[in-house]
């Protein structure tokens, strides 16, 4: 069974600071791994996935996540956070068998607070 | 491209009424699937379709229906509204081509009183 974790219920970073928002997660063969952004009262937006390949994905807004197999973990960054990246965070993962390609695991969400 | 969309976006329902909830894409996208957000839950997977005519459970599906007669469609319906489905839900599609990720829809905020 898959399973990812976002150990942190939020995160509150000054703007122009560095921002990451960590994830774990738990498959039986190799990860695919996503994470999303949802703004208030808005669905989900695709932000950046590791599928195979360079450990360290670039993605959309500035945003990019480093894979790491040995610690099981794909921790979101920024190097400088904006007032409006404040929005919540989802980390999914999936696994690479072709009868789940479909079903995403996804964490609980991760509250950002970037403060001016 | 409309992308995914939802109807309604707001609805409220007494306990034991029934409805369904319109989800539409025009992707061409194989597969489509209904989440359930719920605070400090995350997105939870209700039902998924692999295509046209091909439907299976998620990780909650009791209480929910589903059906795929085409590609574009995939409603959910709720057979007898209860309190605890009261939720935000989210309608996605995606594609094994380019790469997997799903799209989503704008959701649909169900209160059962």
């Known amino acids: 069974a898959q399973s990812v974790a976002q150990p942190e219920d939020q995160v509150n970073v000054a703007e122009g600071n560095p921002l990451t928002v960590k994830c774990t997660y738990s498959v039986s063969g190799n990860p695919y791994l996503f994470w999303y952004v949802q703004y208030p009262n808005r669905g989900l937006q695709f932000l950046l996935k590791?599928?195979?390949?360079?450990?360290l994905v670039k993605g959309s807004y500035g945003f990019e996540a480093e894979f790491n197999k040995s610690q099981t973990s794909f921790h979101l960054k920024k190097p400088s956070a904006l007032v409006s990246d404040s929005a919540l965070y989802f980390c999914?993962?999936?696994?690479?068998?072709?009868?789940?390609?479909?079903?995403?695991?996804f964490g609980a969400g991760t509250q950002v607070v970037v403060t001016p | 491209n409309a992308g995914v969309t939802q109807t309604p976006k707001f609805q409220v329902l007494k306990t034991g009424q029934s409805m369904t909830l319109q989800c539409a894409q025009d992707?061409?996208?194989?597969?489509m699937s209904w989440y359930r957000q719920d605070p400090g839950m995350g997105l939870r997977l209700i039902h998924y379709?692999?295509?046209?005519?091909?439907?299976d459970q998620g990780e909650v599906p009791n209480g929910y229906n589903v059906s795929r007669s085409t590609t574009e469609d995939f409603p959910l319906r709720l057979l007898s509204a209860a309190p605890s489905q009261t939720s935000v839900y989210f309608c996605a599609s995606a594609s094994r081509i380019p790469s997997y990720e799903q799209y989503f829809g704008p959701g649909t905020r169900l209160t059962v009183t």
């Open positions: 992707m061409n996208h194989e597969y």
């Open positions: 590791y599928i195979t390949g360079d450990n």
């Open positions: 999914a993962v999936r696994e690479t068998q072709t009868d789940s390609w479909g079903k995403l695991q």
């Open positions: 379709s692999v295509g046209a005519g091909i439907t």
